[in-house]
């Protein structure tokens, strides 16, 4: 069974720092992708930052230059380094996982991935 657990949210002022772990475990594929997404109140899901197996990464461009998405050699735990927070990043994250990888699609790099399995999710609240 494969599960995914989040940690590492809280509550922190504008310009603070924050970093998501997400803990996976019985994930066996050695093409996968995997990703932190978000969804704030009244709001639609949103991708916030991927990775695939081979360490390509993709941004959306809300927190390109602030946020860091890693995983571990082992990809059993995938992070979010989040530096510099604003209001607007206030939500849940969770992180997902699953079959695909980051390809260039002319004329962008496209994730071509099957979000199968999710996390619960962890609260991140900014103030000002």
């Known amino acids: 069974e494969v599960q995914l657990v989040e940690s590492g949210g809280g509550a922190v002022e504008v310009g603070g720092s924050l970093r998501l772990s997400c803990a996976a475990s019985?994930?066996?594929?050695?093409?996968?992708?995997m990703g932190w997404f978000r969804q704030a109140p009244g709001k639609e899901r949103e991708v916030v930052a991927l990775i695939d197996s081979t360490g390509r990464t993709l941004y959306d461009d809300s927190v390109k230059g602030r946020f860091t998405v890693s995983k571990d050699n082992t990809k059993t735990t995938l992070y979010l380094q989040m530096n510099s927070l604003k209001p607007q990043d206030t939500a849940m994250y969770y992180c997902a996982t699953g079959e695909g990888a980051i390809r260039f699609s002319f004329p962008y790099w496209r994730p071509f991935c099957d979000w199968h399995y999710w996390g619960q999710g962890t609260q991140v609240t900014v103030s000002s």
């Open positions: 019985g994930y066996t594929s050695s093409r996968y992708c």
